[in-house]
Every structure is written in C-alpha cells, then in structure tokens.
C-alpha cells in the first residue's frame, strides 16, 4: 500500500470535521496515511499511534529535513500533499526531485482573500492590500501549478479565484460521514427550534438575519447560537432587545458537543450575502445540520441549488430581510413532522452525492493514475 503524507494547517488538538473522516478515516482504506498537525506547545516531534505526526510550530519552516532528523525516511511517500499552507507548499516543491513523491495542494478555503473581503467590510482595505493580493494570487497559482495535482472545495472557487491553474484538478467539497450520522431527536417543546453554528463577524451581515426574526408574527420559536465570536454576538444582540428572550448563546467545546446539541433542533441556518466567496461552496455548518436530518434554511445560489431542491430537501431564500422572514414564517407554519421530512430528505440527498466514503476512493483513483 503506497504512503500518504497529509500537512494540514491546523493545530494538533482540533476537533475537525473535514480532515478526519476523508484523510484519517476512508482514505486510509487505499494508503498508508500519516498525518501532519502542529503544536504550539510541543518541543519534539511525535508520532501517534493513529497515524497522526504532531510537529512543534517553530519546526515547520524546514518541515521535512526536521522529519528526516526524527528518523522518518521521507522516500517512503508517495504522494504529499499540502492543506492551504502555500509557504510549506514551497518548501516541499524544492524537493521533490530528491525524494520523488508527488504533490497536491488542498484548497478548503480561500483564508488569504476572505481576511481581505473582511477588512473591506471594516473598512480597512487599502490600496496596498489590493495590489498586494493580486501578487500573491499570482505566485500562489504558479506554485499550484508546479503540483501534479490541485484539489479544491469546488470548481466555482477554482474559476473564482485561481482560474489560471492548469493542472490536473479534482474537487474535494464538504460531505457527511456515512457512518457517523445523528438522530433528530425530536424535542418536546411546542417551540421551534432555529440553530446556526460557525463564524460571526461583519462580512456574514448576520443583523439581516436577526431584522428577519425581529419581524415574524409568531414568536413560539428559540435561535440557538453557537459561535466562538461571542463578544462579537453580544454586540450586535444589543440592538435587538426584542429578541433577548427568544435567544440562547451556547458554548461548544468538542464537534460532539456541537452536534448533539444540533440534533435538539428543528431547523438549521446557513443565510450567507450573496458573494463568490460564500457562493463557491457548502458551509461546514450546512453538513453538521444534515448529519443530524436537521433540515436547512440556505442562500439561494447555484451550488446549493445543485444539491438540494426548495421546499422538498432544503428551504432557499436571498440574502434580504423580506426573503428571510417571509421563509421563517412559512417554517413556523409547518408541522414538526413536515420538517423532519424536509431534512431526512436532505441526508439521503447527501448520503447519494457528498459522501465522505465515495470522495475518497474516487480520490484515491485520481491519485492512483498520476
């Protein structure tokens, strides 16, 4: 069985949805994996048992001469593959020759251009920062294409953001794992239950929301929030005193935590402005909701629409004010039982379509004929 190598950009103690059951779990049925996350507090390298190499953050610019200093014979790979770091990408292009593996680069999520769009909400994007980007972006595309492979979220983050790469492409969206799926667990509330979970912050515009639930006749419902930008919730949540009672801010520590909680929900959301950077692909949150056969209130756009269907496996909505609220109050309407149907519906929908398991042997194949 060939070996893989799998640098992610994350920290060893990550509770992450996404590399776990694709790198660590399926995909190993076809390679030997190893894979890399670094520590901020770790003084060594170490190997884990589960395959898992955990390196201290001041190793990672000499990344794989510290790795043959630990005694790892880097010959051994076959394929290395990078998540988002395109400094470490650089390093591990140079020598390529010496050891002769072949190389990916994962794109999960343009970081470098969201940080840029969210200073231009703030108000802090400079004309710099502009001329700068476009720097970046073209020596980033230049290294992807030195790669045998390029594998990002999506085709539409592809032609979004790095157009110019002409290398073998496969896409790696978001997906659920089919075996780790949640029960709905049907509260007892009369209330409906609303959950959103992830990031808040002025480029999400999540006040359109909450002006949404501000307006809608029937209050009988609960917003659940779980978020790690509290501070920034309980700012914007001034402004809405209306709805302070309806609101519970939760604190999530663990991806078990979070989704348990989802399960003792009705309806998740995932309402995102209408721009490319939101568009190019399914949010994180929309394949928590339906790992629990919690359906879900999302942007109307192309790739959604490509896997769900409105009012059948998913509800759709534009990004305004009237659209959301006059989607919320056709919710509130439904019975528990017409909800539940809409998001069994959606899991089988992504059972078909965005299954880790499938993602993985079909990657397997593509790594396979390089």
């Not at 020759?97 to 990916?104: E, M, P, S, T, V």
């Amino acid at each position: 069985m060939s070996k893989f190598l799998y640098v992610t950009d994350q920290d060893e103690l990550t509770d992450h949805s996404f590399i776990g059951p694709l790198f660590q779990k399926y995909l190993n049925r076809h390679f030997d994996i190893n894979t890399i996350f670094f520590s901020k507090s770790k003084k060594e390298i170490e190997k884990k048992d589960d395959g898992r190499i955990i390196v201290p953050e001041n190793l990672s610019t000499n990344l794989l001469d510290e790795l043959v200093i630990n005694g790892f014979d880097i010959t051994d790979y076959s394929f290395i593959v990078v998540r988002n770091n395109i400094t470490l990408l650089k390093e591990i292009l140079k020598k390529k020759d010496k050891y002769n593996y072949k190389i990916g680069f994962r794109l999960s999520f343009p970081k470098r251009i969201a940080k840029l769009q969210t200073d231009e909400a703030n108000n802090k994007k400079t004309l710099f920062d502009i001329i700068s980007n476009k720097i970046q972006t073209y020596s980033e595309i230049n290294l992807i294409n030195e790669c045998d492979i390029f594998l990002p979220t999506s085709f539409q983050m592809k032609n979004d953001y790095f157009k110019d790469v002409k290398i073998r492409t496969f896409v790696i969206p978001s997906a659920i794992d089919p075996d780790n799926l949640h029960s709905n667990i049907q509260h007892d509330k009369n209330e409906k239950r609303f959950f959103y979970a992830g990031t808040l912050d002025k480029l999400r515009e999540f006040e359109t929301i909450l002006k949404a639930f501000s307006n809608i006749k029937n209050t009988n419902y609960k917003l659940m929030i779980s978020t790690k930008d509290p501070e920034y919730l309980e700012n914007i949540l001034e402004n809405f005193p209306i709805l302070r009672d309806n609101i519970e801010i939760l604190n999530t520590k663990t991806r078990n935590e979070l989704l348990n909680l989802i399960a003792l929900s009705d309806v998740g959301l995932s309402v995102l402005p209408d721009i490319a950077l939101f568009n190019s692909s399914t949010p994180m949150k929309v394949l928590d909701y339906y790992s629990s056969a919690v359906p879900c209130i999302m942007s109307n756009n192309e790739n959604n629409s490509s896997i769900f269907e409105d009012n059948i496996s998913a509800w759709f909505c534009d990004f305004n004010e009237k659209s959301i609220q006059e989607k919320l109050e056709y919710i509130m309407n439904l019975s528990k039982t017409d909800t539940a149907l809409v998001g069994m519906n959606g899991q089988r929908r992504l059972l078909a379509v965005r299954n880790y398991e499938r993602i993985a042997a079909d990657l397997a194949h593509q790594l396979n004929i390089l």
